[in-house]
């Protein structure tokens, strides 16, 4: 079935092109909306050359730095008996070129993000003028083409690199060979979501204190001197840094997957190389699934956006399903294997439900820290605080039962076929990562609703700025808030996915390091473990911090912009929008050059001298340390967002029954407990995500020098 892999590939790219034909040729509204949609795309455009430039050189020392380390120090055995090992220079120039190969790709699946979202978000306001359901299909479609063309060229890249490195030829040797381009992929993704989530939180911070609580003006009033900044962050970290996110994620599962195929192949006699291109065909059949649940969204159809995005997101979970049955049938003959992508897939449904239980308005949490809100700012943090620690319970709960019954059906699943391994986990391992490869099939979808939001938010800023009718802005309103739920969704889904993706990691990496077990009774590797958890920490608050102090100072510069210029108060006088552009890039790009540095020579330092053992139980203990804290992160930061949100759309009443408005008592403390929660969702949590995959791949990659 693996020819199914270029089908899908060329499938998914003319419908995007088409989705971008449709998108180009809609009305971009009038003379002030175009006006304010330029600002927005120059200033993203303006940050991602910077930010990329800086990438880019760090991408290149990286790379070289990994070649030498591998060439001198590194040594490749392939699986099976007699089998030479590589060295040196060949070993160096495969992992090199792999690197640089991911780092770019990468770096070009956050560009497609943020360009289509910036160009999307124009025609949105001017959609939403029109109807409730023109808008959410321009903005999702906007979202599509960054959602499908990330997910396509992760696989046409894995695709290509195994083609290239004698994948047909040695399938056995070349998904060890292609190991760096799943950590170029990450190490772009990490600078990226970094850089970004600096920059929009920074900006949004500052517009939120000074316009809402000082000022008492509207979010995304054109009087604030932050609000191009903070619309052009929508861009930079949702788009962009969360499409290097996911490019990633199917960048590393895929190869983490092969990896693990290898030793089912080797021991089902080197007959079958359908255990080792299996996650290529899977991961092409949700793609195809996900281009249908798309295609079924029509306007005329949505009267509550959140149930039309679901109802594209069923249809997607059910194909991927019938997919996985097909694909498992055919090419490993075992129903026990579908019964672990099916664990996965259903995995995936669960995540989307617990995420928008916590964060969507119309649920317990959210509304408890809106109440919350009556008694003050303290009350209203203790109260998210309290939610965003709860929230590790169900999806903890979901990925451990995962973990166990797709283990259970991997193991069913060799035994049943009469293989036999010489590691008696290999079939168990296997079912984790079929069971990671069927979260990630509607990966394609899922980019598409995160897209969606920033749009969204985008649109109403656009629709304010423009003094649009209050019709349109209601709709575009209504679509931010739903927005604001399918961006937790994502990093929810981020994050689950990251876990099972991290498992069969770290067992592809004891498979490489030719460790049995992880004895963390050693004090090497209770050291190791320690370490890893404190990396976590340690990471984000440097991230926070960064946050803080690039908020600090656009706060001061709006204020000293209303207090020079008091015309700008009554429309006389225009702000100096770039003044905090400005401000926002410079500490983005200064300050996410630190933790990103930690994380990546961390490991190697721990792995260079504790060695591989130590190094596996700081991958294990990072990993579960990161997932716990993203997900405290995400939904609480995503909760107290639509808490505030909830009392702007006038569903809370004071205790005389009047409806809580906009710049009340309770509404501050609202907006001050959504800026206490957006460093957390949209800096330090997406970057655990990356963190968590990050410590895979590199570990994954130098595992020979460790030993």
């Known amino acids: 079935m693996i020819w199914i892999v270029p089908v899908s590939i060329v499938l998914a790219l003319l419908f995007a092109a088409y989705l971008a034909w449709d998108m180009i040729r809609r009305d971009q509204g009038n003379e002030r909306m175009r006006e304010v949609g330029g600002f927005i795309y120059e200033g993203a455009v303006a940050f991602l050359k910077r930010q990329y430039r800086t990438i880019a050189i760090l991408a290149v020392l990286a790379a070289l730095a990994l070649s030498a380390i591998v060439g001198f120090f590194g040594t490749e055995t392939p699986p099976g008996e007699g089998a030479e090992p590589i060295t040196g220079l060949d070993l160096a120039w ?8 991911g780092a770019f790709s990468s770096g070009l ?20 003028e029109s109807s409730l359901g023109e808008a959410l299909t321009v903005a999702l479609r906007g979202g599509a083409i960054s959602g499908i063309l990330v997910v396509t060229l992760s696989l046409l890249g894995v695709y290509v690199l195994f083609l290239l490195f004698g994948g047909f030829d040695d399938p056995a040797l070349a998904p060890f060979l292609i190991v760096g381009y799943g950590f170029g992929a990450s190490f772009v993704a990490l600078f990226a979501q970094l850089g970004g989530g600096i920059y929009t939180k920074a900006a949004d911070v500052g517009a939120d204190l000074v316009g809402k609580i000082e000022a008492g003006i509207p979010e995304d009033d054109p009087r604030n001197a932050a609000v191009i900044a903070d619309l052009v962050g929508d861009n930079v970290g949702d788009c962009a840094g969360r499409g290097a996110d996911l490019f990633e994620s199917t960048a590393a599962e895929n190869i983490g997957a092969m990896i693990l195929g290898v030793a089912l192949y080797i021991a089902s006699g080197s007959e079958n190389e359908a255990w080792i291109i299996f996650p290529l065909v899977v991961r092409a059949l949700g793609l195809i699934a996900s281009l249908i649940g798309l295609a079924a969204i029509r306007p005329s159809m949505v009267k509550d956006p959140q149930r039309a995005l679901d109802f594209g997101y069923w249809i997607t979970a059910v194909l991927s399903a019938v997919g996985m049955l097909v694909a498992t049938l055919v090419m490993l003959d075992s129903i026990w294997f ?24 119309n649920w317990r949490p959210v509304r408890d820290i809106a109440e919350a809100s009556r008694t003050g700012p303290a009350t209203n943090i203790i109260s998210g605080i309290a939610v965003g620690f709860e929230t590790t319970a169900a999806p903890i709960l979901v990925i451990s039962v995962a973990l166990g019954a797709s283990f259970l059906c991997g193991r069913e699943g060799v035994e049943a076929l009469g293989i036999v391994t010489e590691n008696s986990l290999a079939g168990g391992v296997f079912g984790t990562a079929v069971a990671t490869m069927g979260m990630l099939m509607s990966a394609a979808y899922i980019l598409a609703m995160d897209t969606f939001g920033p749009i969204t938010d985008n ?12 019709e349109a802005r209601a709709i575009t309103d209504g679509l ?5 739920t399918t961006k937790a969704l994502t990093k929810g889904y981020a994050v689950g996915s990251a876990a099972l993706a991290a498992f069969l990691l770290f067992s592809a990496y004891l498979e490489k390091a030719h460790l049995e077990s992880v004895n963390i009774a050693k004090v090497e590797v209770f050291i190791g473990a320690m370490l890893g958890a404190m990396l976590v920490f340690l990471f984000s608050s440097m991230a926070i911090r960064a946050v803080g102090t690039a908020s600090s100072a656009i706060i001061e510069e709006v204020r000293r912009q209303f207090r020079e210029h008091p015309g700008i108060m009554d429309g006389t006088e225009q702000p100096d929008y770039q003044a905090a552009v400005d401000i926002a890039t410079k500490s983005a790009l200064r300050n996410m050059i630190a933790p990103g540095l930690l994380v990546i020579l961390a490991p190697v330092v721990v792995g ?6 130590a190094e596996a139980a700081l991958l294990m203990v990072g990993t579960i340390a990161g997932v716990i804290l993203g997900t405290v992160m995400n939904n609480g930061g995503g909760a107290w967002d639509n808490a505030k949100k909830y009392i702007e759309s006038g569903a809370m009443r004071d ?28 800096t330090a949590g997406p970057s655990l995500h990356v963190l968590v995959k990050l410590l895979s791949t590199i570990t994954l990659v130098l595992a020979p020098i460790f030993i």
């Open 655 to 682: 205790s005389e029954g009047n409806v809580v408005q906009k710049g009340s008592a309770i509404h501050e403390a609202a907006v001050v407990g959504d800026t206490v929660g957006d460093p957390f969702k949209d």
């Open 109 to 128: 699946a956050g560009v497609i993000g943020m360009i289509t979202a910036v160009k999307a978000n124009v025609r949105t306001a001017r959609a939403a």
């Open 459 to 470: 649109a109403g800023g656009i629709t304010e700025f423009s003094g649009a009718n209050e």
């Open 94 to 101: 495969h992992t090199g070129v792999a690197f640089l190969i």
């Open 608 to 613: 260079i001298i504790l060695r591989a053992e």
């Open 338 to 361: 579908f019964l672990a992508g099916l664990v996965g897939i259903l995995t995936s449904v669960a995540f989307v439900y617990i995420t928008q239980y916590y964060t969507a308005g």
């Open 480 to 484: 931010d808030a739903v927005g604001n």
